[in-house]
């Protein structure tokens, strides 16, 4: 990570090529995926119309997939500036790349949204992606997404929301950690296993870590209203709020 990448690189190397790992050593996240996928079609229920949804930090297409299965007339921007990870989504997704309702950008986030007109946007979707933003740079995605967003428009976004409570909050993290050791001493990847703690040690640092109450505090400096913090799984939460 430079000042000029304000955001964690970790996954261009071994932690992107074994992010399917991720379903064994910390099952909540695929779980927050579904729950993505799950308040996706719950807008998609309230209209009649055709639906843009721009995904942030699309990874390896774990949560656009569960986007694209909850309303069929949904189309996805998928945003990640990680070739690495972007590549296995594009072999994961080609038949809905193939059908045209989803289409890649190589972008970090922050660029992607500027390069949006105001107001063109139905939904804001990510998994795991803003606790990866140092502070101020997740500041300025949040003024970008609320930007971009069609009056009466959703953020969904499913993700690291570290508890208010530090002591609960370093609990939970220590079971966490407990279960990479686990999972992953137990298959002989002691590679993966250092790649995850370096990259839990970024996720925890004061200029990441993504506090519940200043999170949404700061949603609602942006103008979000109805932000609502649901659906807590020890450190991970999903997280709506509507312009």
Not at 134 to 150: A, C, N, P, S, T
């Given at each position: 990570?430079?000042?000029?990448?304000?955001?964690?690189?970790?996954?261009?190397?071994?932690?992107?090529?074994?992010?399917?790992?991720?379903?064994?050593i910390?099952?909540?996240?695929?779980?927050?995926?579904?729950?993505?996928?799950?308040?996706?079609?719950?807008?998609?229920?309230?209209?009649?119309?055709?639906?843009?949804v721009?995904e942030?930090?699309?990874?390896?297409?774990?949560?656009t997939?569960?986007?694209?299965?909850?309303?069929?007339?949904?189309?996805?921007l998928?945003?990640?500036?990680?070739?690495?990870?972007?590549?296995?989504?594009?072999?994961?997704?080609?038949?809905?790349?193939?059908?045209?309702?989803?289409?890649f950008?190589?972008?970090d986030?922050?660029?992607a949204?500027?390069?949006?007109?105001?107001?063109?946007?139905?939904?804001?979707?990510?998994?795991?992606?803003?606790?990866?933003?140092e502070?101020?740079?997740?500041k300025q995605?949040?003024?970008e997404?609320?930007?971009?967003l069609?009056?009466?428009?959703?953020?969904?976004?499913?993700?690291?929301?570290?508890?208010?409570?530090?002591?609960a909050?370093?609990?939970?993290?220590?079971?966490?950690?407990?279960?990479?050791?686990?999972?992953?001493?137990?298959?002989?990847?002691?590679?993966?296993?250092?790649?995850?703690?370096i990259?839990?040690?970024?996720?925890?640092?004061?200029?990441?870590?993504?506090?519940?109450?200043?999170?949404?505090?700061?949603?609602?400096?942006?103008?979000?209203?109805?932000?609502?913090?649901?659906?807590?799984?020890?450190v991970?939460?999903?997280v709506?709020a509507?312009k």
């Amino acid at each position: 990570m430079t000042v000029n990448t304000p955001f964690d690189a970790m996954f261009s190397g071994v932690i992107g090529q074994d992010y399917q790992m991720l379903k064994l050593i910390c099952p909540f996240a695929t779980e927050m995926s579904r729950l993505v996928g799950e308040a996706v079609g719950e807008y998609c229920r309230q209209t009649t119309e055709p639906v843009g949804v721009v995904e942030l930090g699309g990874g390896t297409g774990i949560t656009t997939l569960s986007i694209l299965s909850s309303d069929d007339r949904l189309s996805v921007l998928s945003v990640d500036n990680e070739p690495t990870m972007q590549n296995q989504a594009k072999q994961n997704l080609r038949h809905w790349l193939d059908a045209g309702r989803l289409v890649f950008c190589g972008d970090d986030a922050l660029t992607a949204l500027r390069s949006l007109a105001s107001e063109s946007v139905d939904i804001l979707a990510s998994a795991y992606t803003l606790h990866n933003f140092e502070r101020d740079y997740r500041k300025q995605v949040i003024g970008e997404m609320f930007r971009v967003l069609k009056p009466g428009g959703w953020f969904v976004n499913g993700d690291r929301y570290a508890l208010d409570d530090i002591s609960a909050h370093t609990r939970g993290t220590q079971q966490e950690v407990k279960g990479y050791f686990k999972v992953l001493t137990g298959i002989n990847r002691i590679d993966l296993l250092e790649h995850w703690i370096i990259h839990l040690f970024n996720d925890e640092s004061e200029n990441h870590i993504m506090r519940e109450a200043t999170a949404l505090q700061q949603l609602a400096e942006a103008g979000f209203k109805l932000i609502e913090l649901k659906q807590r799984m020890d450190v991970n939460a999903l997280v709506t709020a509507v312009k």
